[in-house]
């Protein structure tokens, strides 16, 4: 295994400029104002070989064995180490302004580069500092000055070659390019749009929506798309073609809400958009109460339109809200708004609207469920006293909501969710695969699936499972990519497993099994000094992480944890 840093000899003292950065390689940062970024040695030894050939396109060979000299590694190690500096920069890869990707070839860093001695830099400031008041000429107003100087000097020179970017990192994928891997009918729902003049109804009609997603989602001869990618295209006025295009359906239901007292009117329309004709569109006019009713006829309506044969389970499956009383369902939904927060008062909170609703209708599986889940949440974060008691109550509640009603995919979820904390993962496994037994197309069933798989060290089954929920889920969460990383990993295939980590990251930096895992792989190939990198970045985010608390939270195996640890142990993480 390689341990020392030789490939960072040709690294220069001097800095260089790229863009608005300055570049300084002997301390592997880059600068831009007072922002400051911290290269990990890899990356950083990319970056030098890049700026020597600004302008030129350097194939992804050359490039490789520059920066990894002597060693055999694939193009995903490339890959990640070039997305690691179009974060550092803010860079887009689709529209670029340092570095771009040639097809087939490399890349090639575009943005404006020169290398300058220090000691020239500090003469093309001292006019500058010389006029300033002395308490200014600190180390750090030094350093802003020199910036500012160097900006102004670049606006000047290349002010009708320079165009910003104006991109924003946030946590959506690429599409994947073919969702529909059959030939059955593929639908979105779009977030139905509230009409209401209270916008604080916002929670009723997202709800709405989410409850239509889910019916249809339990029909096997239909592809759905999932509510965390059909909500991205929330609040937005969108074309119905291209977002068919983009989610790869062919059809899209769109719909309005408007409520008014104790009435509800709501519009609905189906669209195929490869001949742009409406198949079917209705009215529903009812008092609130008959929402569920209008769910049900939705759901009806679409399965006719498009001449889909139900199962006699999925046509039983279709009525399960009947039941249900209105305030319950109201405080659910408003239970949901709170969970999603994520902290502690918000996750309590959501515990309490739950509790509200299941004792005004006893028989509401979705509240236990939910409650269910909350209170594993609340192990997970330490935010119980009794963290035993927590996890017994959480999967009486869960046990309870699959009693109450055995055919809604979440309270199965919730169930699966609850044993694989309980470190009971074959019960885990069996309550997953039935939530996607009654719902085909349960995008979180397929994730939950795969990360029990993970924990269980069964690798080919997690990656089947995550590539069939990202297929129904294309602008999927971090969670997703980290599934796939961490299957990849236990398969062997550590540099697909680094590509795919280090994609969960650039969604949620704040996470740290991702980050866990991808130190792993670097081991394993051999990346001591990217591993020892990733350590440091683990432990400044988040310094109580050592290989005993891991040991102490982890839910997998035994064998594969003490296997972890040693990689662990080898990139230096405390015990």
Not at 95 to 108: A, D, L
Not at 175 to 194: G, M, R
Not at 493 to 501: N, V
Request: aromatic share 8%; proline share 4%.
């Amino acid at each position: 295994m390689e341990t020392n840093n030789n490939f960072l000899l040709e690294l220069t003292a001097d800095p260089v400029l790229i863009g608005k950065w300055t570049f300084y390689p002997d301390i592997l940062q880059l600068e831009c104002g007072e922002k400051q970024v911290k290269l990990e040695p890899r990356a950083a030894c990319l970056l030098f070989h890049l700026s020597k050939n600004a302008g030129t396109p350097v194939s992804r060979d050359k490039l490789i064995a520059k920066v990894w000299p002597n060693m055999v590694v694939g193009d995903e190690v490339l890959t990640g180490a070039i997305n690691k500096l179009r974060k550092a920069f803010g860079d887009d890869s689709h529209h670029p302004s340092v570095i771009e990707t040639i097809p087939k070839i490399g890349y090639r860093l575009i943005a404006d580069v020169e290398f300058i001695s220090r000691e020239n830099l500090d003469q093309r400031i001292e006019p500058i500092l010389a006029d300033m008041p002395a308490t200014l000429t600190s180390k750090r107003w030094r350093l802003l000055a020199i910036i500012s100087f160097l900006l102004l000097l670049l606006a000047l020179m290349f002010a009708l070659l320079w165009q910003p970017t104006g991109y924003n990192q946030d946590e959506l994928a690429t599409p994947v390019s073919d969702s529909t891997l059959s030939e059955k009918p593929s639908i979105a729902v779009l977030p139905f749009t509230n009409m209401s003049s209270d916008k604080e109804q916002d929670f009723f009609v997202d709800g709405l929506t989410e409850d239509l997603i889910t019916d249809i989602s339990k029909i096997s001869g239909l592809f759905v798309i999932a509510r965390n990618s059909v909500f991205t295209y929330k609040g937005e006025s969108v074309n119905v073609e291209e977002v068919a295009e983009e989610l790869g359906v062919r059809y899209v239901l769109e719909g309005s809400v408007r409520r008014a007292g104790g009435l509800i009117r709501i519009n609905a329309q189906l669209t195929d958009t490869a001949t742009g004709k409406h198949l079917w569109a209705e009215r529903y006019d009812r008092k609130l109460e008959g929402v569920f009713s209008i769910q049900d006829e939705i759901t009806a309506s679409i399965v006719h339109a498009l001449e889909v044969r139900l199962k006699s389970q999925e046509k039983e499956g279709l009525v399960d809200n009947a039941g249900i009383d209105f305030d319950a369902y109201e405080l659910f939904l408003q239970g949901q708004v709170n969970f999603r927060s994520r902290d502690k008062a918000g996750v309590s909170e959501s515990i309490n609207l739950y509790r509200e609703a299941i004792r005004i209708d006893p028989g509401f599986s979705r509240a236990y469920g939910a409650i269910a889940v909350s209170m594993v949440l609340q192990y997970i974060r330490g935010w119980t006293e009794s963290p035993k008691e927590t996890l017994n109550m959480a999967l009486e509640m869960a046990q309870k909501g699959v009693s109450s009603n055995s055919s809604i995919p979440q309270v199965y979820w919730s169930l699966g969710f609850v044993h694989l904390f309980r470190k009971e993962l074959e019960a885990a496994v069996i309550a997953a695969k039935k939530s996607i037994e009654i719902s085909p197309n349960y995008a979180d069933g397929y994730g939950l699936l795969a990360l029990i798989y993970n924990h269980q060290g069964n690798a080919g089954g997690a990656i089947e499972s995550i590539n069939r929920g990202m297929d129904l889920n294309p602008y999927y969460t971090f969670d997703y990519p980290y599934n796939l990383g961490r299957a990849q990993y236990l398969a062997g295939k550590y540099e697909d497993a680094i590509d795919s980590l280090n994609q969960a990251l650039e969604k949620n930096q704040s996470g740290v099994n991702p980050r866990v895992f991808l130190i792993a792989s670097y081991v394993r190939l051999g990346l001591i000094d990217d591993a020892e990198w990733e350590v440091e970045q683990l432990r400044m985010q988040s310094p109580e992480i050592t290989i005993s608390h891991l040991r102490r939270t982890s839910v997998q195996t035994v064998e594969l944890m003490d296997q972890l640890a040693l990689e662990l142990r080898q990139a230096g993480l405390p015990e």
